[in-house]
């Protein structure tokens, strides 16, 4: 490629230095993010009387639902963008099955975790 050809070429945005604390503050969230979801689960039921319990899960599905996705990715995904405007952030299964097959499948999904949702609480 010709020097003149390289300097039209379009070019990434360059990423300030001084906002990378937005990015190492993303990264810090999604490693602490997975080891807490994995103990609400395991020691969930055991520390949680079952009403609790039932009600943390419920709650964490019908957000997830309703951002159509895990709210702490869209929120370590907007941390990380105020470091890279061009970081796109990850999308849960459930997005991603909204979005493959349409709506009655997003339908479908948040109908099978309220299902379960229900089915946790009187179990518990």
Do not use: N
């Amino acid at each position: 490629m010709d020097p003149a050809a390289a300097r039209r070429a379009p070019r990434a945005a360059p990423v300030a230095s001084s906002t990378i604390r937005w990015w190492y503050a993303g990264m810090l969230v999604d490693l602490l993010h997975m080891p807490v979801v994995i103990a609400l689960v395991v020691l969930g039921a055991t520390v949680f009387s079952g009403t609790v319990y039932a009600t943390v899960v419920t709650v964490v599905v019908v957000l997830q639902i309703a951002v159509m996705g895990c709210p702490v990715m869209a929120v370590t995904a907007w941390m990380k963008r105020k470091h890279d405007p061009a970081y796109e952030g990850q999308w849960s299964f459930t997005y991603w099955l909204y979005r493959k097959y349409g709506p009655l499948v997003g339908v479908g999904v948040f109908v099978f975790f309220l299902v379960a949702a229900l089915g946790l609480r009187q179990l518990w």
